[in-house]
């Protein structure tokens, strides 16, 4: 009967719910002082995260400043393309009075040179030899 009882004293102390493996893990020494180290790793740990930031700031200040430059080329990109468009339409403009005109010098050489000497050839093959002479 005493094996019985200290089972169920053992079994009280340690509790129903927890498993044997969880007890073999509580440390039977006392902890030693981790204080300076921690402290170290701690430090080293936001010096490396402040090292980090530093140069995440530094890639950001690049990348505003290639973007600001890309959009200032985009700009005057986009300004000499409106004004080749403007000088386009000026030469299109331009050609079009030009072909205009074209049409109305042949059309008065046509009328004024060809049509006048087509007349006169027409008229003098059409008198007979005998008139000529």
């Not at 959009?71 to 004004?83: G, H, P, T, V």
């Not at 050609?95 to 042949?106: C, D, K, V």
Request: include cysteine; hydrophobic fraction near 40%; charge should be negative.
């Amino acid at each position: 009967m005493i094996v019985v009882i200290v089972e169920s004293v053992a079994m009280s102390e340690r509790g129903a719910d927890t498993p044997e493996q969880v007890l073999k893990f509580v440390p039977t020494e006392r902890p030693r002082r981790y204080g300076p180290v921690v402290e170290e790793a701690g430090e080293a740990i936001i010096a490396k995260i402040q090292k980090a930031a530093e140069l995440s700031n530094e890639n950001c200040d690049r990348a505003m400043k290639l973007a600001h430059k890309l959009s200032m080329q985009l700009r005057a990109a986009e300004e000499r393309i409106s004004q080749l468009e403007a000088e386009v339409e000026l030469f299109r403009d331009r050609a079009a009075r030009a072909e205009g005109w074209l049409q109305t010098i042949q059309k008065e050489i046509e009328e004024k040179l060809i049509a006048p000497r087509s007349a006169n050839a027409t008229e003098q093959t059409s008198l007979p030899k005998d008139a000529e002479l």
